[in-house]
């Protein structure tokens, strides 16, 4: 099992939307708003669990767009049930948190 963080949450939400998606580390960077050191240590956290699968992209591609070739990422099929548990699991917690703070706080 990862590390659980916060961030590595952030990633798993944004790769569970489209599972069959293959994603690069700067299009994720993007989507939730984390620097390339962050993205990448989870990205190989993740796949270190087997909850990703990597590959180059074909040489074509990049090739054709003039651009560096990018190394895609993509849940596996362990990888997207362990994620949507986990996430789960994350949300109920932050809103049992919240439900304990409005008690505490007489918010109710």
Same mark, same amino acid.
């Given at each position: 099992m990862p590390r659980m963080t916060l961030q590595t949450a952030l990633v798993l939400d944004e790769l569970v939307k489209d599972p +069959?998606?293959?994603r690069y580390g700067l299009d994720l960077m993007? +989507?939730?708003g984390l620097k390339s050191g962050t993205v990448y240590q989870i990205l190989a956290?993740? !796949? #270190?669990a087997g909850w990703l699968t990597s590959e180059?992209? @074909?040489? +074509?591609v990049h090739?054709? !767009? #003039?651009?560096?070739?990018?190394?895609?990422?993509r849940l596996t /099929? @362990? #990888?997207v049930s362990e994620a949507r548990r986990v996430l789960s699991q994350a949300a109920y917690r932050r809103q049992?948190?919240? /439900?304990?703070?409005?008690?505490?706080e007489g918010g109710f």
């Open positions: +069959a998606e293959a993007r +989507a939730v956290r993740l !796949e #270190g180059w992209e @074909d040489p +074509a090739e054709s !767009e #003039g651009r560096p070739r990018r190394r895609l990422y /099929a @362990d #990888g049992s948190g919240r /439900a304990r703070r409005l008690l505490t």
